[in-house]
């Protein structure tokens, strides 16, 4: 199983980012999918996580009303939408999956390589 993150880079607080992920070697469909972040010194936290067929989602309170998250599961692949960045948001961010529906930041079993959001001031 491979989960392959992009879409990081550096923009100027108040800009936009989409992330991407895209996921082979597992039924997608079968997994409900997250964005995890986390920043210099700081925990890994859950920013937004969907269900498997997009009926659930949820989201940090932090980021709730500015970031989205959404799935194509033709393309096997989760996005990210990230708008009104703030420098708290510079940060790593990973993509995850795990089996089922649930939108809950536990039991992730499969993890992507992480991609960098930097957030200037």
């Known amino acids: 199983v491979q989960l392959q993150a992009s879409g990081g880079g550096w923009v100027q607080a108040g800009g936009s980012l989409r992330l991407s992920c895209a996921a082979s070697g597992l039924i997608f469909s079968n997994y409900a999918m997250g964005w995890f972040r986390q920043a210099p010194g700081k925990e890994r936290e859950l920013v937004a996580a969907?269900?498997?067929?997009?009926?659930?989602?949820s989201y940090a309170d932090s980021v709730r009303g500015r970031f989205t998250i959404s799935r194509d599961n033709n393309k096997k692949t989760v996005y990210l939408q990230m708008n009104s960045l703030q420098s708290d948001d510079t940060a790593v961010y990973y993509c995850a999956a795990k089996y089922g529906s649930g939108t809950t930041s536990t039991h992730y079993t499969y993890w992507g390589q992480g991609t960098l959001v930097t957030v200037s001031s």
């Open positions: 969907m269900g498997r067929v997009a009926k659930t989602t």
